[in-house]
């Protein structure tokens, strides 16, 4: 079946633009998480959704970065006005919620964003 | 800031010997889980190991995990080239029923030569 997948896989941005990611999940995943990986680095903890309801989300690093999931299927990651320290890849992950039982998260191919 | 500490950050050895990553963490957690990420793609979950749990296997991979030292390690055994990559630990320490987001280390940087 169809993985995650994440769009665009790389984007390139002059530094106060705006850019939005988006992530598709797998279908019937109720839990999506964002993360974000410098280069060289383990992926950090953005934000997290069950259905269309944002959890948590004490990683986002500024009030420039907003997530939503509207309909509690499709994401989008946005960042205002992009600085240079933002450039990095973004991984989208969902898992199934199960009762007392904790799962493992399924990636996407993330989307590379530079800015310039 | 990232809780989990692995060791060693680079390995190389030959196609067939077998290769050891360990994770250390800070914090009590409700499982801990290993990745591998290929240059330039997204993690691919290899084994969830529970708190309760002190080895698991699954393949060639083996993981142990000493919840009194909050540490782990995975050993891979017979390397193959396509094991190159860099191998990641990450923790789930968060409440139970609320998110469970995931505290990656730093990686380990497998290089299988053959």
């Known amino acids: 079946g169809a993985g995650v997948s994440q769009s665009p896989r790389y984007k390139v941005a002059k530094r106060g633009q705006d850019v939005a990611l988006r992530c598709d999940p797998i279908?019937?995943?109720?839990?999506l998480f964002w993360y974000q990986q410098a280069l060289g680095q383990g992926p950090e903890f953005l934000t997290y959704?069950?259905?269309?309801?944002?959890?948590?989300k004490s990683g986002l690093p500024s009030d420039r970065f907003f997530a939503e999931r509207p309909e509690g299927s499709v994401s989008t990651l946005k960042i205002q006005r992009t600085q240079q320290e933002d450039s990095a890849v973004y991984l989208c992950?969902?898992?199934?919620?199960?009762?007392?039982?904790?799962?493992?998260?399924?990636f996407g191919p993330g989307t590379r964003l530079t800015v310039l | 800031s990232q809780q989990g500490e692995e060791d060693p950050q680079a390995l190389s050895i030959q196609e067939g010997e077998n290769a050891t990553m360990n994770c250390s963490y800070k914090?009590?957690?409700?499982?801990l889980q290993w990745y591998r990420q290929n240059s330039g793609r997204g993690l691919v979950h290899l084994i969830l190991?529970?708190?309760?749990?002190r080895e698991k296997h699954s393949g060639r991979l083996r993981v142990t995990l000493d919840t009194s030292k909050k540490s782990s390690s995975l050993l891979i055994t017979a390397s193959r080239a396509a094991d190159t990559a860099s191998y990641f630990c990450a923790t789930d320490a968060g409440r139970f029923g609320g998110a469970q987001k995931l505290v990656f280390g730093q990686g380990t940087r497998l290089t299988i030569n053959p």
């Open positions: 914090t009590s957690i409700n499982n």
């Open positions: 992950a969902s898992s199934l919620l199960r009762q007392g039982s904790r799962n493992e998260q399924f």
């Open positions: 959704f069950q259905n269309e309801a944002q959890l948590d």
């Open positions: 190991i529970r708190s309760n749990e």
């Open positions: 279908s019937g995943h109720v839990s």
